[in-house]
């Protein structure tokens, strides 16, 4: 059966006083739905323009265009919203049909191409930065046979990594696990030097931020753990930057302690069968 979409091109304006406005992705209506935000551009193609730019300030801008979504009802009311304070070009709805969910990627896919991507940046390939902590719950999922490789893997039961919080990809949950409510992990570690420190405290803002994004696509019974590795003589510093992450509602287990890995293990990917 053939559904209706319409969309609107999301603009944002990384510096104002530069006047420079690029397109960074779409709000998705479907009568009957919320509409969706999906974000396209990448940032370092707002970094390209102002450099000031970090994933908080991108969650930020994208909480905002949520709020005003949230209070208007109706795609005309919602765009017309939209365009009054600058997030896209009013009246500039686009339209399109899906049969599938495949032909529905495929559309958007199409759109990103048209309005969106920079060839030249945006399709190289990234490498995947890892911390050792990171490694070492890849190698422990590994070793019980439930590592995934790709989101797909959620329905087998398998924790993925590093997955893309729905609707806002600059954002990652560090491991993700669905048995019957889903179960996000954000991993900090600590092992560097002091006066890196406050590049810490920027990670545990995103992580925080991506956990409220993930829980907000997700479900309201998504459960949010964080494991984390902090030395004996960073643990002053490192306690308030982990309080950020306490505040919005993730349980802390710590790496070095057996008893909470073990509990952590139990909590983030419990056997299939068991209870959620």
Known sequence: MNTTYH???????????????????????HDGEPARIIMMATLNKLRAIDAS????????????I??????????????????????????AVGSFVAATAQELQARITAIKSQYVANKSTEDKPRREKRTR????????FKK???????????AEHLVVPNVPVPGHDELKSDF???????????????????????????EACMKSTAGDLAAAAYGPDTMRLAVVDVPE???????????????????????DDQASMAEYIERAAPSPHAAA
């Open 144 to 154: 019980m046979h439930v590592l995934g490789t790709a989101a797909t893997d959620l």
């Open 7 to 29: 969309y609107v091109v999301l603009r944002l304006a990384p510096d104002p006083m530069r006047g420079e406005v690029i397109n960074v992705g779409i709000v998705l209506f």
């Open 53 to 64: 730019w970090d994933t908080v300030r991108l969650a930020e801008w994208t909480q905002n």
């Open 176 to 202: 993700v696990y669905k048995n019957g409510v889903y179960r996000i992990t954000q991993t900090l570690d600590y092992n560097v030097a002091p006066d890196s420190m406050h590049n810490k405290l920027l």
């Open 233 to 255: 003589a960073l643990a002053d510093a490192a306690d308030s930057q982990i309080d950020l992450l306490i505040a919005r509602g993730f349980q802390i287990f710590h790496f």
């Open 66 to 91: 949520q709020a005003i979504l949230g209070h208007r009802s109706g795609v005309r009311a919602q765009v017309d919203a939209l365009g009054m304070f600058g997030f896209c070009e009013t009246g």
């Open 133 to 140: 902590l990171q490694t070492a719950l890849r190698e422990q």
